[in-house]
């Protein structure tokens, strides 16, 4: 097997991607039986992501409305200060976003209260905190939040395919 390059015709990219994502699907033009296995285990893995990625809209609106009123509680919490009341969110927000991009990194998934950025801006305030509970951190000890506490990974690396490792 080596690589020939992308197909340079549309239809071609088109049969194959419903070929891979639409179970039962037949490809066009045919694979060998040991392609369609390898494609079906392709299919299977992009079904479990799709579907482990899911998030509802209710589930989503729901966050939004928690979230709406955690940053009022905040500009509460903050006596009124827009500009400390932004400081904080925009720290979350940006905590969120790490995890986001790297979710498998522990670094990200693991939030030091006591760090003298996040002290100060995020630890201080519990509707800061609640925001973080709410997208799925726990408390980790009574100086740390950690994201995924207690619950095993069923991500795989995506180069060697083996469970625990990320590659």
């Known amino acids: 097997n080596k690589f020939e390059g992308l197909p340079r015709e549309e239809k071609f990219v088109q049969n194959f991607m419903m070929g891979l994502l639409v179970p039962g699907q037949a490809f066009n033009p045919p694979v060998s039986e040991s392609q369609q296995q390898q494609f079906d285990e392709m299919t299977s893995k992009l079904v479990k992501a799709a579907g482990s990625a899911a998030f509802s809209f209710s589930a989503r609106e729901r966050l939004q409305d928690r979230i709406a009123k955690r940053l009022d509680e905040l500009v509460e919490a903050v006596d009124g200060d827009l500009v400390d009341a932004d400081s904080s969110a925009t720290l979350v927000r940006s905590l969120i976003s790490h995890v986001i991009s790297n979710p498998m ?9 006591s760090n003298k950025v996040i002290a100060p801006k995020v630890a201080k305030y519990p509707p800061c905190i609640a925001m973080l509970k709410a997208v799925g951190f726990a408390q980790a000890g009574s100086e740390a939040l950690l994201l995924g506490k207690g619950k095993k990974s069923n991500q795989h690396c995506t180069t060697c395919s083996c469970p625990g490792c990320y590659r």
């Open 105 to 113: 990194n522990e670094k990200y998934r693991r939030i030091n209260l």
